[in-house]
Every structure is written in C-alpha cells, then in structure tokens.
C-alpha cells in the first residue's frame, strides 16, 4: 500500500519537492477508518474475474 501511495505522490507531484512532502504530510495525517473485516480473496477474485471475463475476447 506504501508503494502505491508514494507512486502515486511522486507522478502527480513529480516537479515539486515541497508540494510531494505537503501531500504526504496531508494523507498521513489523515485518520485511519475501520471498514470492516478484510474481504475473502478468493471471493473477490471469483468477482473480479465474473467482472472482467465477459470483456475479454
């Protein structure tokens, strides 16, 4: 997850170091909220792939 969010921070914010730090000062910041129970994968893959299967030719 880490990695997803420091990619993401440094392709919208790749020009300015003061404007990345900013942005990851604000989403650290941010609270931590309970969703729930993780998903089960296997579930959520058979979902995923019910989603995609039908637009694969």
């Not at 440094?10 to 990345?20: E, G, K």
């Not at 969703?35 to 030719?57: F, N």
Request: aromatic share 6%; charged share 25%.
């Amino acid at each position: 997850m880490a990695t997803v969010v420091r990619e993401a921070i440094d392709q919208h914010f790749a020009s300015d170091v003061a404007l990345r730090a900013s942005a990851a000062r604000d989403f650290l910041a941010e609270p931590l909220t309970d969703a729930g129970p993780e998903p089960d994968w296997a579930e959520s893959k058979r979902a995923l792939v019910g989603d995609i299967a039908p637009q694969v030719p």
